[in-house]
């Protein structure tokens, strides 16, 4: 365990103003505990490469690495299945001038010439293979910029869309895509058990929900927010989320038995400055978190029975004039008398009618889809909350998408989706929710309808006609839609989810709009998809095979009968169904497979829908297996 402290004169960040060639030679030269440069790109899978490249090579030659010419890497190393293959896997990483750079200090490695952090700076890059950009970072950029020019279009076309808001079509000066991400983690002490069971009872009573933090959490949470503060972040909190045990004392006095859910929040930035935002924010938390001896698990589902971690996404749009005032694009000028304006609603009717194709972006492993069941304060099914009436915000925890408003603040006015989580590839996300954001608009542009009018079309009733929206589907719902009604009622009118992978995947392969609405202005390339799509199937089949199939196994061999002489035809009753789930779940025999080797047989030929079949089956059986066995076991008195 390091002795970690904060180094308030350390240099943290470069501002794109200076990305010079000289200027990047001069600060380097002024901050010599830099030892190394890295380009940072971010594959489909939203993993970002780092390699060291010595300080004394970059300087000789900036030009050839900051133009793009002189750092490679292949299809081994990134994940573009179907671009970067094997006989053709070369990619170029091209450095990203117009988002902050920053550095990465080794806290373990002080240099001694400057008794400092050994740093490297890291820059934000693209992935090129051949003559296409195909990584996440590229595609979020794409999206940015046909939002922009498509929206101006839109002004052009219809200049009371603009005028609405107070400005003219003269005044503009540019359109920014707005992101802000809340990042939930849960910490723990390493090699010390914690039940489900106290975890569990610690939800209920809301033993954790923005308590006090205490200890080492709340040094190393201290920590990262002035970390966050000093690469520019302006962090807004950091706080204890609704999972967690209360830690205990040992004899010397420090805290020991850690299982903490916590979350930091930070204020929005444009969009690929907010999705760099994220990543950067899981390396220095998990690295500080470490750096005091506690792990950091950004998994959304890290363990069953208790809440998961989400990261709820904020998104919004803003007009740049050339007077220096900002317009969120968003807000009705009169807050207590509507909800959003003509663009706002254009732009949610857009994310909420073609949700099923931002998804797949969304919800991309088997932990997402865990998180994502009734009772944990995580959106299941596609519906959204405005607020009880207009000058009452949304509270509704239940739904996916909430409206953020604060009545005198038209700056506040954003949506928040509730689906994403730590490991969602935010690139990617925001990229397909401002795709469909543009539908939206082009059909408010065409309607010229009023905003009341916008108002009537996104909350009309459940079998209703609609302009632009389905008819046998609701898309507001300010009720608990998990308290208040039944999965068949939910399915009904808001839709049948997915509940796997493949379910997510298929959507991109069959739905149309993937084509129309994804694949508009380039931003989504086929090829793009496909890889994408193939890279998660991939991944879900490893992880079912390597992970989840043997952690399932371990769980059912630890299933055991009792021996007792207070055992009861009741207790042999409940073993025998116990039994059979078991045996059902892990036991071939010679004229069936079990349901694991089942799994294992569909991924072996290749049949996604079966293998999606087959994990359902097997969830269901995991899940009924543990409702016995809790109720088996409470039933025991010695």
């Not at 949304?394 to 506040?412: D, E, F, H, M, Q």
Request: aromatic share 10%; hydrophobic share 35%.
């Amino acid at each position: 365990m390091t002795d970690f402290h904060v180094y308030p004169d350390l240099l943290y960040v470069i501002p794109t103003d200076k990305h010079s060639t000289e200027d990047i030679k001069k600060i380097l030269e002024d901050n010599p505990a830099i030892k190394f440069v890295s380009l940072a790109g971010v594959d489909l899978s939203g993993n970002d490469t780092d390699e060291k490249i010595p300080i004394s090579d970059f300087i000789q030659n900036p030009d050839k690495y900051l133009e793009g010419h002189a750092v490679q890497t292949d299809g081994s190393s990134v994940v573009l299945p179907g671009i970067a293959t094997l006989n053709d896997g070369k990619v170029d990483l091209i450095p990203d001038p117009d988002v902050i750079w920053y550095v990465d200090y080794n806290y373990e490695h002080i240099d001694p010439e400057t008794n400092k952090p050994v740093g490297t700076l890291r820059i934000p890059s693209f992935l090129k293979h051949n003559d296409d950009f195909v990584c996440s970072r590229s595609v979020l950029k794409k999206s940015a910029d046909f939002f922009e020019k498509e929206i101006i279009k839109l002004f052009e076309k219809d200049p009371a869309l603009c005028e609405e808001l107070g400005f003219s079509l003269d005044d503009l000066e540019s359109v920014n895509l707005i992101v802000a991400t809340e990042l939930e983690f849960w910490v723990n002490s390493p090699d010390e058990v914690i039940t489900t069971e106290q975890l569990s009872i610690s939800q209920e009573l809301k033993e954790s929900y923005w308590k006090r933090t205490k200890g080492v959490v709340r040094t190393a949470l201290e920590q990262v927010i002035m970390i966050l503060e000093l690469y520019g972040f302006n962090p807004e909190m950091g706080h204890k989320e609704v999972g967690g045990v209360k830690a205990s004392i040992n004899s010397s006095g420090d805290y020991h038995l850690i299982m903490e859910q916590l979350e930091v929040d930070w204020k929005y930035s444009d969009a690929l400055q907010g999705a760099d935002y994220e990543l950067i924010a899981r390396i220095l938390i998990k690295e500080i978190f470490r750096l005091h001896g506690l792990d950091v698990s950004f998994d959304a589902k890290p363990l069953n029975g208790v809440a998961g971690s989400g990261e709820h996404t904020h998104v919004n749009a803003v007009a740049h004039l050339k007077n220096g005032k900002k317009i969120n694009l968003f807000s009705p000028e009169d807050l207590t008398k509507d909800y959003l304006s003509t663009i706002g609603w254009g732009c949610l009717m857009g994310i909420m009618k073609n949700y099923s194709i931002i998804n797949p972006f969304v919800s991309a492993s088997t932990d997402a889809f865990a998180r994502l069941t009734p009772g944990f304060e995580a959106p299941t099914h596609a519906v959204a909350s405005i607020g009880m009436d207009v000058t009452t915000p949304s509270r509704n925890r239940s739904v996916l998408l909430g409206l953020v408003r604060t009545i005198g603040n038209t700056y506040a006015t954003r949506f928040e989706l509730r689906a994403p989580n730590p490991h969602t590839n935010t690139y990617l996300c925001v990229a397909a929710i401002y795709q469909c954001m543009l539908d939206g608009l082009e059909f408010v542009a065409d309607a010229k309808l009023s905003r009341k009018e916008l108002e009537e079309e996104f909350c009309k009733p459940y079998g209703t006609p609609g302009k632009y929206l389905e008819t046998d589907k609701l898309y507001r719902c300010e009720d608990d839609i998990f308290e208040d009604m039944d999965e068949e009622e939910r399915d009904r009118l808001f839709g049948k989810p997915s509940y796997t992978v493949f379910d997510s995947m298929q959507v991109l392969k069959d739905d149309p709009k993937v084509e129309t609405l994804l694949c508009r202005g380039d931003v989504f390339s086929e090829l793009v998809l496909k890889s994408y799509a193939m890279a998660m199937l991939e991944r879900w089949e490893m992880e079912l095979i390597e992970k989840i199939i043997p952690a399932n196994l371990s769980t059912i061999r630890r299933v055991s009968k009792i021996y007792s002489e207070t055992v009861t035809p009741y207790d042999e009753k409940l073993w025998d169904q116990i039994n059979d789930i078991k045996k059902e779940l892990g036991k071939d025999t010679e004229d069936t497979l079990c349901v694991f080797s089942q799994i294992k047989k569909s991924i072996a030929d290749g049949n996604f829908a079966q293998t999606s079949e087959n994990q359902i089956r097997m969830n269901k059986l995991m899940k009924d297996l543990a409702i016995l066995y809790k109720t088996y076991n409470d039933n025991q008195i010695v």
